[in-house]
DNA sequence: TTGAAAGCGATACCAC
DNA sequence: GTGGTATCGCTTTCAA
């Protein structure tokens, strides 16, 4: 395996003179680079990584810290992630965190310790102080996307807004029977992604019932309402339940399944839950959207499949925004691109389709 | 950050025994290793990779090239690999490669042919020749999983064998009007996975075939038949379709459209185009399994929810072994497990559920 | 069993 | 511009 040595031999340089021109860190005359470039591949010389970092302290190498890669919201993350750090020439180590057990300490403690990734990109993980601490304390750049926690850098949609818009599309159109399939754990933790979508429904719910209330009254102190599922005038019910298509099925059935009690309209935390809902609609001799409007949250690759009406995020745009903030925060951003608005929500929008319809009177 | 000379020193003993003792490898008295343990602990020594690797030319880091990752399957997949990888102390390097474009010949020319992995796992990738050479040449262990072509070392299903399985379990259930929804490109190329899983759903249609003619005339000469999709006396038709879910539908809604036409059976050729499936079949009226029995490929997470009868291949599990095999030939195995049956295809079984029933007469 | 010293393969500082 | 040289942090002979 060829060396620089090598190289500043065949190029009858030496070893300084054949790294700046081929690193192209210093000046070298431009015959001498040529000569320089033409020995290495001749030779077919690629840099060592190891012995360039020892001595730069740079890896090139970002981790990247993931809690699941078996669904498409995070595999497409995880692809414009890939995309972006390839094409800045950076690797990308994956750590797939398992639940939280011992490896969790494992990956933090031992594999991010070490000096081999420069900065940090974490999924939808919520860091605990430690961590945070820990990779700081080793000067390493810190990017979440998703999940809460005060870290350095987070990158994050405004899913209480999320909620709300959805809900509102809901509204707009007439329903007055509504449903929200929150996330499970929604109703323990208020600031996760569950919960905020959760809070969404909510508010809207309220919004909604103020205006169905006398102006005075509304003035003078917001919306009476009940218990949490049960929200004045619009009759509002939030059911938690696992986030998958598995998840919003069951729940489907159950809500769907009493003709007496069932809703117009149901705000489904993601659009795989919104398919299990769909599903089980249709499996109960629903029409979607006659009987049932159904409205997630994704753009999921099979909403359109499913005719879906959702709130559209994009994953692979996000992931790459992660690594150009990533990049930036090591000081290796070579374009000119003002800095994303920082701390500001990323992009959503709503995206009709035909699973919403108007409330029929 | 603490380098191997702090904790030697503050251990009172040279860098080469606390090199000895912390990294296990040469003779140290217990009393010493305590010590230098203890010392490393005490300022959170963490060796440096880089400068490890330098010296010993090992990264402990395995490069894992994969086409997807936002689908269940090579999700699924990857976590596998992630886990068993993790669990050994290596780290994985992802390449998520693009469509065969430069992005592809800058994996492998300058990513992969760096000092950076010890060795390469490729799923679902036809290496050329040319890439086979380039990694060996650097000596780096290559381990396939799925895909074709001659690499080192390859772990696979039978697809032929699934085929065949899927088809003659629709044939046993007495259809004889049955459809095969192949992945694109299975004509083309008899090798792909789509094109094996045909030749299978062929080959069982043939053999079903001769086995309703008369005796003689099948020792005389096999079954006649006539097009490549007209195979006699049981009505096999194959339709290529793109094996994910509006891929089933579509191809599901033209197959199905036609009351006259109609197959009794569809053998798919992953679990995600017989969701497609089941979907246009539902779409159109048609009740499974009574009116058409499905059965697909893989065992997807949610073939329970579609009560999907399938040909089950545990994804996760073959990226462990492929971890374990890939790990055997850098020598690095400490287990004593014997070597999995090498070239024997790997395991899959027939799953059947409730979207598969007998033929009507 | 332990220590001294020679690299591994690059970069970067400092003269020239 | 270009060439020596120290250096990054570790492993590994070779002696003691």
């Known amino acids: 395996m060829p060396a620089i040595s090598d190289v500043a031999r065949l190029a009858g340089v030496s070893k300084a ?16 680079r040529l000569r320089v470039v033409q020995a290495a591949s001749e030779i077919g010389y690629i840099a060592s990584p190891d012995a360039a970092s020892l001595v730069t302290g740079r890896t090139k190498n970002v981790g990247v810290v ?23 020439g950076y690797d990308l180590t994956l750590y797939n965190l398992p639940e939280g057990g011992p490896a969790r ?11 081999r990734v420069d900065a940090v990109i974490v999924i939808a993980v919520d860091l605990t102080e430690g961590e945070v601490r820990g990779l700081e304390r080793r000067e390493k ?17 405004d899913d209480r807004a999320v909620g ?3 809900t509102e599309h809901l509204l707009h159109l007439g329903h007055t029977r509504i449903a929200h399939l929150a996330g499970a754990g929604a109703g323990l933790q208020p600031n996760s992604m569950a919960g905020l979508r959760a809070a969404g429904f909510r508010d809207a719910v309220a ?24 929200l004045g005038p619009i009759d509002a019910i939030v ?11 069951e729940a489907g059935l159950q809500l769907l399944g009493h003709p ?9 935390a993601t659009d795989e839950t919104a398919f299990g809902v769909i599903r089980a609609a249709e499996r109960l001799g629903l029409s979607v959207p006659r009987d049932l409007s159904v409205i997630g949250v994704d753009d999921h690759e099979h909403a359109a499949l499913f005719d879906l009406t959702t709130i559209a995020q994009a994953p692979a745009e996000q992931g790459r925004l992660a690594v150009e903030v990533a990049l930036r925060m090591l000081g290796d951003d070579a374009r000119a691109d003002p800095l994303p608005d920082s701390g500001a929500p990323l992009a959503t929008r709503l995206v009709v389709r035909g699973s919403t319809a108007r409330a029929t009177a």
């Open 66 to 88: 993931i809690p699941f890669v078996n669904s498409w919201f995070f595999g497409e993350m995880l692809e414009g992630i890939e995309r972006a750090l390839l094409g800045a």
């Open 260 to 268: 007496a009690h069932r809703p117009t309209a149901v705000f489904a």
């Open 105 to 115: 300490a494992r990956v933090f403690d031992f594999f991010l310790a070490r000096k």
């Open 239 to 249: 059911i938690e339940t696992e986030m998958g298509m598995p998840g919003g099925f």
């Open 207 to 230: 919004a909604a019932d103020a205006d169905r209330m006398d102006p005075a009254a509304r003035v003078a102190g917001g919306a009476p309402r009940g218990s949490a599922t049960e």
């Open 141 to 157: 750049p810190i990017v979440c996307v998703g999940g809460s926690g005060d870290a350095t850098a987070r990158l994050s949609i």
């Open 17 to 32: 003179t054949a790294s700046r021109a081929l690193s192209g860190r210093g000046h070298v005359a431009e015959q001498t």
């Open 164 to 166: 709300l818009l959805a």
